[in-house]
C-alpha cells in the first residue's frame, strides 16, 4: 500500500452495538498536519468512533487506516488520550508515574521505566505546566491539572497522531489555554490532532479541521467550508440556536466570529 | 509452643500474605465481590477432582479448582456481555449455581467420600498438620505449607514481573488496549491466579472466609497510603499480622481459627476506616471542621472590615455582638475568635478587639475570589 498523505483514512466504518448501528458507513480522509475537531450532538457516536479507529471498538464493516495502514502496524504512531472520567483517580499513585504510562509500550513488557524514561516524562509534565505536581497523589489534583497529566502522557508517546476525547471537558480557563496552545504546539510541529469537541463556541477559534457528526459523516473538511448553519442544522436536527454578535445567522462563512449556542 | 502449632501458624501466614498480594488488585478493580464468587465455585471443581484423587491438597485438585474459578469468570462475563444484567447480578447468578451443584454432589456422595462441608465451607486448621508430604520417607512438613508456598511465590513473581502491566491494565484499560498490552489477557491471567489462591486457602480459612483474607487487609492498606508498592507490602503485612493474632485469639478463646483470623482482619480494617490519617472517618471529620472554623474565621473578618461600626461596637463584648450580628451560637463564635486571634488577623488592646493588617488583608484576598 502506497502512502496517500493522509494522516487519517477511515472507509465504510459501521459500528454498532447489538445491531444498533452507532456510526453508519463512515467515509473521512484527514490530511497531515492538522487540528480536527469531531463536533455533533450526545449519542452522536463522537468517542466510538476514536474508539474503533484505535481498535477499542470492533467495526461491523469498513477499514480504518493511519498513515495508509491499518492500526495495528501503526500503535507507534498513535497518541490516545481517553476521556477523564473513564479512569479511578483515587488509584494509588502520582502525576509522573500516569505520564510514564505513556511510555510503557517503548519499553515493552516486564521491563521497568528507567532514568531516561523518568527524564521524558518529567519534560512533558513540564510542558504542561504541571512539573511541580510531579510526585502529587493524582485524587489531589484538580479536574483541569488531571486532564493536564493525561495530556502530558500522550505527549510522551511522541506519536504522530493523536486522538482525544473531550480533553476540554469540565477543565477551567487556565487549563483550557495550556491545552489548546499545546495542541497548536503540536499542529506545528506537523502533528495531526484529532480532537472530540462539545463546545461550538470555540471550534472556529481552535480548530482548522472538522468532522461534523451524527451517526452519519455530515461533513468533514477545512473549517471555513464545513463550519456552515446548514452543516450544523443537519448535524444538530435544528435543535441549535444560531446567535451572532449583531443577532444575524452565520450564513455560509461569511463570519468566523460567529458565536453558536446547541440548545 | 508445639511444632505442630508453629506448622498451623506458618501455613496461616502465608496464606493470609499470598491472598492480600493477589487481593490488592481485586480491591483497586472495585472486583471484591469476584473473590466471592470464584472461592465458591471452586468447590465445585474440588468435589469433581476428589471422586479421583481422595486428598484436598493436591496439584490435580489446584488445576480442576482453577479451571472451575476461570470458567466461572467467564460465564459471568458472557452474562454481562449479552447486556441483559450487570456484573454484580452476573456474579450473582453465576456462582451460586456451580456453587449449589457442589453442594449437591457432597451430599449424594457425603457416605462415601470423606470431604466434609464445613471444612470446605470454614476451612479446618487444625488437621493440616496431619496431611503430611513424605518424599522416599523422608517427612517435609504439612502438605498445606508446601503449596501454600508455591502459591505465594508464584503470585509473589507474577506481581513482581507484570507489576507495570497490572498497574496500567488496572488504572487504564483503554489505554493499555491501545498501547497492546490486552487487559484481557492480563484479567484473565489474574484471575486464573484468584482462583489459585483461593483453592490453597481452602483448608485455612474455607471458601467463604477467604474473601475476608483477599479484600480486608488491601482494603486496609489502601485507606493508608497514596502508593501501590507501599498498599502492596502494607497488605502483605496486616494480612500475615491478621493470621497470627487471629491464631492467637482462636487459642486464647478455644474458638475457629479461620473466624478468628477473619474477625481480626475486619477489626484491623474498621480501626483503619476510622483513624487513617488521611482518608479516615475521624480525620476527615477534622479536617471538615477545621475549614468550617476556618472559613467562619474569614467570614468574621470580611464582615468587620465591611462594617466598620460592627466592630467598634463588638470590640468590646465580641460573643455577645457576634451572636446578635451574625446569628452564631456562642461556643462556636468562642471558637472561630479563637482561631482568628491564633492567625493573629484579630488582636485584643486594651480590652478591645482590632484588627491586624494581616486581618485586612485575609478580607481583601477572600473578597477576590
Given at each position: 500500500?502506497?502512502?496517500?498523505?493522509?494522516?487519517?483514512?477511515?472507509?465504510?466504518?459501521?459500528?454498532?452495538?447489538?445491531?444498533?448501528?452507532?456510526?453508519?458507513?463512515?467515509?473521512?480522509?484527514?490530511?497531515?498536519?492538522?487540528?480536527?475537531?469531531?463536533?455533533?450532538?450526545?449519542?452522536?457516536?463522537?468517542?466510538?468512533?476514536?474508539?474503533?479507529?484505535?481498535?477499542?471498538?470492533?467495526?461491523?464493516?469498513?477499514?480504518?487506516?493511519?498513515?495508509?495502514?491499518?492500526?495495528?502496524?501503526?500503535?507507534?504512531?498513535?497518541?490516545?488520550?481517553?476521556?477523564?472520567?473513564?479512569?479511578?483517580?483515587?488509584?494509588?499513585?502520582?502525576?509522573?508515574?500516569?505520564?510514564?504510562?505513556?511510555?510503557?509500550?517503548?519499553?515493552?513488557?516486564?521491563?521497568?521505566?528507567?532514568?531516561?524514561?523518568?527524564?521524558?516524562?518529567?519534560?512533558?509534565?513540564?510542558?504542561?505546566?504541571?512539573?511541580?505536581?510531579?510526585?502529587?497523589?493524582?485524587?489531589?489534583?484538580?479536574?483541569?491539572?488531571?486532564?493536564?497529566?493525561?495530556?502530558?502522557?500522550?505527549?510522551?508517546?511522541?506519536?504522530?497522531?493523536?486522538?482525544?476525547?473531550?480533553?476540554?471537558?469540565?477543565?477551567?480557563?487556565?487549563?483550557?489555554?495550556?491545552?489548546?496552545?499545546?495542541?497548536?504546539?503540536?499542529?506545528?510541529?506537523?502533528?495531526?490532532?484529532?480532537?472530540?469537541?462539545?463546545?461550538?463556541?470555540?471550534?472556529?477559534?481552535?480548530?482548522?479541521?472538522?468532522?461534523?457528526?451524527?451517526?452519519?459523516?455530515?461533513?468533514?473538511?477545512?473549517?471555513?467550508?464545513?463550519?456552515?448553519?446548514?452543516?450544523?442544522?443537519?448535524?444538530?436536527?435544528?435543535?441549535?440556536?444560531?446567535?451572532?454578535?449583531?443577532?444575524?445567522?452565520?450564513?455560509?462563512?461569511?463570519?468566523?466570529?460567529?458565536?453558536?449556542?446547541?440548545? | 509452643?508445639?511444632?505442630?502449632?508453629?506448622?498451623?501458624?506458618?501455613?496461616?501466614?502465608?496464606?493470609?500474605?499470598?491472598?492480600?498480594?493477589?487481593?490488592?488488585?481485586?480491591?483497586?478493580?472495585?472486583?471484591?465481590?469476584?473473590?466471592?464468587?470464584?472461592?465458591?465455585?471452586?468447590?465445585?471443581?474440588?468435589?469433581?477432582?476428589?471422586?479421583?484423587?481422595?486428598?484436598?491438597?493436591?496439584?490435580?485438585?489446584?488445576?480442576?479448582?482453577t479451571a472451575?474459578g476461570v470458567?466461572?469468570v467467564?460465564?459471568?462475563?458472557?452474562?454481562?456481555?449479552?447486556?441483559?444484567?450487570?456484573?454484580?447480578?452476573?456474579?450473582?447468578?453465576?456462582?451460586?449455581?456451580?456453587?449449589?451443584?457442589?453442594?449437591?454432589?457432597?451430599?449424594?456422595?457425603?457416605?462415601?467420600?470423606?470431604?466434609?462441608?464445613?471444612?470446605?465451607?470454614?476451612?479446618?486448621?487444625?488437621?493440616?498438620?496431619?496431611?503430611?508430604?513424605?518424599?522416599?520417607?523422608?517427612?517435609?512438613?504439612?502438605?498445606?505449607?508446601?503449596?501454600?508456598?508455591?502459591?505465594?511465590?508464584?503470585?509473589?513473581?507474577f506481581?513482581?514481573?507484570?507489576?507495570?502491566?497490572?498497574?496500567?491494565?488496572?488504572?487504564?484499560?483503554?489505554?493499555?488496549?491501545?498501547?497492546?498490552?490486552?487487559?484481557?489477557?492480563?484479567?484473565y491471567a489474574l484471575m486464573t491466579l484468584v482462583s489459585v489462591t483461593?483453592?490453597?486457602?481452602?483448608?485455612?480459612?474455607?471458601?467463604?472466609?477467604?474473601?475476608?483474607?483477599?479484600?480486608?487487609?488491601?482494603?486496609?492498606?489502601?485507606?493508608?497510603?497514596?502508593?501501590?508498592?507501599?498498599?502492596?507490602?502494607?497488605?502483605?503485612?496486616?494480612?500475615?499480622?491478621?493470621?497470627?493474632?487471629?491464631?492467637?485469639?482462636?487459642?486464647?478463646?478455644?474458638?475457629?481459627?479461620?473466624?478468628?483470623?477473619?474477625?481480626?482482619?475486619?477489626?484491623?480494617?474498621?480501626?483503619?476506616?476510622?483513624?487513617?490519617?488521611?482518608?479516615?472517618?475521624?480525620?476527615?471529620?477534622?479536617?471538615?471542621?477545621?475549614?468550617?472554623?476556618?472559613?467562619?474565621?474569614?467570614?468574621?473578618?470580611?464582615?468587620?472590615?465591611?462594617?466598620?461600626?460592627?466592630?467598634?461596637?463588638?470590640?468590646?463584648?465580641?460573643?455577645?455582638?457576634?451572636?446578635?450580628?451574625?446569628?452564631?451560637?456562642?461556643?462556636?463564635?468562642?471558637?472561630?475568635?479563637?482561631?482568628?486571634?491564633?492567625?493573629?488577623?484579630?488582636?485584643?488592646?486594651?480590652?478591645?478587639?482590632?484588627?491586624?493588617?494581616?486581618?485586612?488583608?485575609?478580607?481583601?484576598?477572600?473578597?477576590?475570589?
Amino acid at each position: 500500500m502506497t502512502d496517500n498523505g493522509l494522516a487519517l483514512e477511515i472507509r465504510d466504518l459501521t459500528v454498532a452495538y447489538q445491531e444498533k448501528p452507532v456510526l453508519w458507513d463512515i467515509d473521512l480522509q484527514v490530511p497531515k498536519g492538522v487540528l480536527m475537531a469531531i463536533v455533533g450532538p450526545n449519542g452522536a457516536g463522537k468517542s466510538t468512533l476514536i474508539k474503533a479507529a484505535l481498535g477499542l471498538v470492533p467495526a461491523a464493516a469498513g477499514q480504518v487506516l493511519i498513515h495508509s495502514r491499518p492500526y495495528l502496524q501503526q500503535r507507534g504512531l498513535v497518541g490516545y488520550v481517553p476521556q477523564r472520567g473513564s479512569v479511578d483517580w483515587d488509584f494509588p499513585t502520582n502525576a509522573l508515574d500516569v505520564v510514564l504510562m505513556g511510555l510503557y509500550r517503548q519499553i515493552g513488557w516486564i521491563r521497568r521505566p528507567r532514568r531516561r524514561e523518568r527524564e521524558m516524562a518529567m519534560e512533558s509534565l513540564n510542558t504542561v505546566g504541571m512539573a511541580d505536581y510531579a510526585d502529587r497523589q493524582i485524587s489531589q489534583l484538580s479536574g483541569g491539572q488531571q486532564q493536564r497529566v493525561f495530556l502530558a502522557r500522550a505527549l510522551v508517546q511522541d506519536a504522530q497522531i493523536y486522538f482525544m476525547d473531550e480533553p476540554f471537558a469540565g477543565v477551567d480557563a487556565t487549563t483550557e489555554r495550556a491545552i489548546i496552545a499545546v495542541l497548536r504546539q503540536l499542529r506545528d510541529a506537523g502533528k495531526t490532532l484529532i480532537v472530540v469537541h462539545h463546545d461550538l463556541h470555540t471550534v472556529s477559534e481552535y480548530f482548522d479541521w472538522l468532522t461534523l457528526l451524527n451517526v452519519r459523516c455530515i461533513a468533514n473538511g477545512p473549517i471555513d467550508d464545513t463550519f456552515t448553519s446548514d452543516n450544523l442544522r443537519q448535524t444538530y436536527g435544528g435543535r441549535v440556536a444560531f446567535i451572532t454578535e449583531d443577532g444575524e445567522l452565520p450564513d455560509d462563512r461569511s463570519r468566523t466570529d460567529s458565536k453558536l449556542i446547541a440548545a | 509452643m508445639s511444632s505442630a502449632q508453629i506448622e498451623i501458624i506458618l501455613v496461616a501466614v502465608v496464606v493470609a500474605a499470598s491472598c492480600s498480594l493477589i487481593g490488592t488488585f481485586l480491591v483497586l478493580r472495585k472486583m471484591a465481590l469476584m473473590s466471592d464468587a470464584i472461592s465458591h465455585a471452586v468447590l465445585l471443581g474440588i468435589v469433581v477432582m476428589f471422586f479421583f484423587v481422595r486428598s484436598t491438597a493436591s496439584v490435580p485438585m489446584v488445576l480442576a479448582a482453577t479451571a472451575t474459578g476461570v470458567l466461572t469468570v467467564y460465564l459471568v462475563e458472557l452474562l454481562v456481555g449479552t447486556r441483559l444484567v450487570k456484573e454484580d447480578a452476573a456474579i450473582g447468578l453465576v456462582f451460586p449455581a456451580l456453587f449449589s451443584i457442589g453442594v449437591i454432589l457432597i451430599s449424594r456422595h457425603a457416605a462415601n467420600i470423606h470431604l466434609d462441608i464445613d471444612v470446605v465451607l470454614l476451612g479446618e486448621l487444625a488437621f493440616v498438620p496431619f496431611d503430611r508430604l513424605t518424599i522416599a520417607g523422608l517427612d517435609l512438613g504439612p502438605k498445606s505449607l508446601w503449596l501454600g508456598l508455591s502459591v505465594g511465590i508464584i503470585n509473589l513473581i507474577f506481581v513482581l514481573l507484570f507489576y507495570k502491566e497490572l498497574k496500567l491494565a488496572t488504572f487504564d484499560p483503554s489505554l493499555a488496549a491501545a498501547l497492546g498490552f490486552s487487559p484481557t489477557l492480563i484479567h484473565y491471567a489474574l484471575m486464573t491466579l484468584v482462583s489459585v489462591t483461593a483453592v490453597s486457602s481452602f483448608e485455612v480459612v474455607g471458601s467463604v472466609l477467604v474473601v475476608g483474607l483477599m479484600i480486608a487487609p488491601p482494603a486496609s492498606a489502601y485507606l493508608l497510603t497514596d502508593r501501590l508498592p507501599v498498599m502492596l507490602g502494607l497488605g502483605v503485612l496486616i494480612a500475615a499480622g491478621s493470621a497470627g493474632l487471629g491464631y492467637a485469639t482462636a487459642y486464647l478463646f478455644d474458638s475457629s481459627i479461620s473466624g478468628s483470623m477473619a474477625t481480626v482482619a475486619g477489626l484491623i480494617l474498621a480501626v483503619t476506616v476510622l483513624v487513617a490519617p488521611e482518608r479516615g472517618l475521624i480525620s476527615r471529620w477534622l479536617r471538615r471542621r477545621r475549614q468550617r472554623i476556618r472559613f467562619a474565621a474569614e467570614t468574621l473578618i470580611v464582615h468587620l472590615v465591611n462594617h466598620a461600626d460592627a466592630l467598634e461596637v463588638a470590640g468590646k463584648h465580641p460573643v455577645g455582638q457576634l451572636k446578635k450580628q451574625l446569628k452564631w451560637r456562642e461556643p462556636f463564635t468562642q471558637e472561630v475568635l479563637h482561631f482568628a486571634g491564633q492567625q493573629k488577623w484579630l488582636v485584643e488592646r486594651n480590652g478591645r478587639l482590632h484588627l491586624t493588617s494581616a486581618g485586612s488583608s485575609v478580607a481583601a484576598r477572600v473578597t477576590e475570589r
